[in-house]
């Protein structure tokens, strides 16, 4: 006889995808479908899925639009072991690691678990901290939670109010739609979401 799931003892883990680039899949929708559907696993269910949304590259003028998009899991797995799952499910879409914020097939981002903050709140509060140029070069060494840049950022906050309201940030003290609120109207620009059938009319065209 099979188990039923106790939800309740899991961690609600919020993930963010994103890319703008072909991958063996096909455009970024179809990866976007298809990495959706490996996120499940032994100790990793899937909950929601937000609608995908069209949005404008960042940096702005550096490569093709993105689609971005943001699901909840529950899970039981460790944070760290979480963002290897994410890693592999990366790679088998070609994902490549060269730039900091260059063009990619697939973005994975792991932008919460529960109400952890990691490494602590100090080092959280540094890479929060960091100006454009900083962050442009660089690269925690170790994971930081909440990612230190989800409340600056339409293109995650937008799909997120979508599927996680009513997530409050463990530092900042903010739901997703208080930190949405307060986005200025330039971080909202060009975002558009995508009809489901505009994403099956190209998921028919590249099919296995």
């Known amino acids: 006889m099979s188990q039923v799931r106790n939800f309740d003892t899991f961690t609600r883990a919020i993930i963010a995808l994103g890319g703008n680039l072909l991958s063996q899949a096909g455009p970024p929708a179809v990866t976007l479908n298809r990495a959706t559907e490996d996120l499940s696993i032994a100790g990793v269910h899937l909950r929601w899925v937000s609608p995908f949304f069209e949005t404008p590259c960042f940096p702005?003028?550096?490569?093709?639009?993105?689609?971005?998009?943001?699901?909840?899991?529950?899970?039981?797995?460790?944070?760290?072991?979480?963002?290897?799952?994410?890693?592999?499910?990366?790679?088998?879409?070609?994902?490549?690691?060269?730039?900091?914020?260059?063009?990619?097939?697939?973005?994975?981002?792991?932008?919460?678990?529960?109400?952890?903050?990691?490494?602590?709140?100090?080092?959280?509060?540094?890479?929060?901290?960091?100006?454009?140029?900083?962050?442009?070069?660089?690269?925690?060494?170790?994971?930081?939670?909440?990612?230190?840049?989800?409340?600056?950022?339409?293109?995650?906050?937008v799909p997120m109010a979508r599927v996680a309201p009513d997530w409050r940030h463990p530092v900042l003290k903010k739901s997703v739609l208080e930190m949405l609120e307060d986005l200025p109207p330039a971080a909202l620009e060009g975002i558009r979401e995508i009809e489901t059938l505009e994403i099956r009319t190209l998921a028919t065209v590249y099919v296995d």
């Open 60 to 157: 702005k003028e550096t490569g093709p639009d993105y689609v971005n998009a943001v699901v909840v899991v529950s899970t039981d797995l460790p944070p760290p072991i979480l963002l290897n799952h994410l890693h592999t499910i990366e790679y088998k879409f070609d994902r490549e690691r060269k730039n900091r914020w260059g063009n990619r097939t697939l973005d994975l981002d792991l932008l919460a678990y529960g109400d952890l903050v990691l490494p602590d709140h100090r080092k959280f509060n540094t890479w929060c901290g960091l100006n454009l140029e900083q962050q442009a070069t660089r690269t925690p060494a170790e994971l930081i939670l909440p990612h230190p840049r989800l409340h600056e950022r339409g293109f995650v906050l």
